[in-house]
């Protein structure tokens, strides 16, 4: 079992920057890909980005690559997103994940475990 508890979401305006942290409880921490997700007011929770245990392997959706950066610390059990130039598109409500064992890193459904997920607000 993980438990996942996101921070760093507020209201910012265009072309700001925010940071998001994710820590999570568990023995397994350390050998689990993660994710985060967004999801706006009508539409789908969508993959954001992702991390191997490792960090050897990050992802990012095309809409937040080269703004978004993913990175982890796997002595304090958290995972983070740098949000940087943002746009008001990337308002929702931003979630960090848990990956299943050989899941796929771009899909909800292999996401087992969910933080209550954290609000983010970019302002035009």
């Known amino acids: 079992q993980v438990q996942l508890a996101e921070s760093g979401g507020g209201l910012v305006q265009t072309g700001g920057s925010l940071r998001l942290s994710c820590v999570a409880s568990?023995?397994?921490?350390?050998?689990?890909?993660m994710g985060w997700f967004r999801q706006a007011p009508g539409k789908e929770r969508e993959f954001v980005s992702g991390?191997?245990?490792?960090?050897?392997?990050?992802y990012y959706a095309d809409s937040v690559k080269g703004r978004f950066t993913i990175s982890r610390d796997n002595v304090k059990n958290a995972v983070y997103l740098q949000m940087d130039s943002l746009k008001p598109e990337d308002t929702a409500v931003y979630y960090c994940a848990a990956r299943r064992p050989y899941g796929s890193i771009f899909t909800p459904n292999d996401y087992p475990f969910w933080g209550q997920g954290t609000q983010v607000i970019v302002s035009s």
């Open positions: 991390i191997t245990w490792n960090a050897a392997t990050t």
């Open positions: 568990g023995r397994t921490f350390s050998t689990t890909a």
